[in-house]
């Protein structure tokens, strides 16, 4: 297996530096003309201001603002950061050991970094937190879903994990607060063929082979409200809300289905009841049975005057 090249420059705020390979055949005199064409995010002005510091660089260090375009090179550099909105939650350990770490995500917390969530994320927190700086997590949970993600610690174990989530070797169990319908017929298997386009924020829901697959229960209900267990089969995105709402039962908080709501980006009222709470396998390297259990709880149920005006 082909070892992954390591950066030539450290970490910032618990990430790697944006690698860009460049390109075999072009006609630019440097590379910073490349840079200019190949960012067009990035100011011409800024990628200036990088290359005068010395802020972009190849495998022999600084990059000179006139050097010229080496075909098949690379070269590093660390982005700038978005300006973010502190989300005012803490990220729970549930355990921790020389290969794992199991936690907690709150609600509005992004598992990774991707688009206006960079330091905001589980991921970079934890790393900083906990200096772990070569954390990564074996699967996702959605910004607005809360509870258990497990993170590899150990970089020469991550495969190992990673592929237990790829192959769905793990149970995964999960809560809801929705809507009670007496005359909804449950516990079933719901099944459907999703589709999630890059430039749409919303999966949807079409005619064709199932792909997707979540068994639902309800546990109890009271006052109009059920509080619900699903326990998906596949991993689609946004599958258990786009599940719940086929049902008639959308999930409490979701501001996508069955309408998309504008909410801002520092609202951080009234959260997507839909919580992870179990993760079972079969370690990989161990053999040996694991499951985690969540710590949080939805406070739809146990507050929902509450669960109106806070997260």
């Known amino acids: ?70 075909p098949g090179g690379a070269v590093w550099f660390h982005r700038d950061l978005p300006q973010e909105t502190e989300v005012p939650f803490e990220i729970t350990i549930v355990h921790r050991d020389d290969t794992l770490l199991v936690v907690d995500k709150p609600h509005f917390l992004s598992t990774i970094p991707r688009g206006q969530h960079i330091l905001q994320t589980a991921l970079v927190r934890l790393r900083r937190e906990l200096d772990l700086p070569d954390l990564i997590p074996a699967h996702r949970l959605d910004r607005a879903t809360a509870g258990l993600v497990l993170f590899v610690v150990d970089p ?69 409200l059920g509080r619900y267990r699903l326990s998906p089969h596949t991993g689609r995105t946004h599958q258990l809300r786009l599940h719940m709402n086929g049902l008639g039962v959308p999930i409490l908080g979701d501001d996508f ?9 520092d609202d951080f009222t009234r959260p997507l009841q839909l919580l992870a709470t179990t993760l079972e396998f079969t370690d990989p390297l161990t053999h040996e049975p694991r499951r985690f259990d969540t710590t949080r709880s939805l406070l739809a149920w146990s507050d929902l005057e509450g669960w109106s005006g806070r997260a």
């Not at 190992?160 to 009670?180: D, M, N, S, W």
Request: charge should be positive; aromatic fraction near 6%.
């Open 156 to 224: 020469a174990r991550r495969g190992a994990y990673q592929t237990l989530f790829h192959k769905r070797q793990v149970r995964k169990r999960y809560e809801a607060i929705a809507p009670y319908r007496p005359e909804l017929t449950l516990p079933r298997t719901v099944r459907s063929r999703i589709i999630k386009e890059r430039t749409i924020l919303r999966a949807f829901e079409m005619e064709g082979e199932p792909n997707a697959e979540t068994f639902v229960e309800l546990l109890e209900h009271r006052d109009g």
């Open 257 to 265: 289905y069955p309408d998309l709501t504008d909410r801002p980006i």
């Open 1 to 70: 297996m082909r070892r992954r090249q390591k950066p030539p420059l450290p970490k910032r705020h618990g990430l790697d530096p944006a690698r860009l390979r460049l390109p075999e055949e072009g006609s630019w005199a440097t590379i910073r003309d490349h840079l200019v064409e190949r960012l067009p995010r990035v100011p011409a002005t800024r990628i200036d201001e990088l290359l005068a510091e010395g802020g972009i660089v190849d495998l022999d260090g600084p990059i000179a603002p006139d050097a010229p375009y080496v």
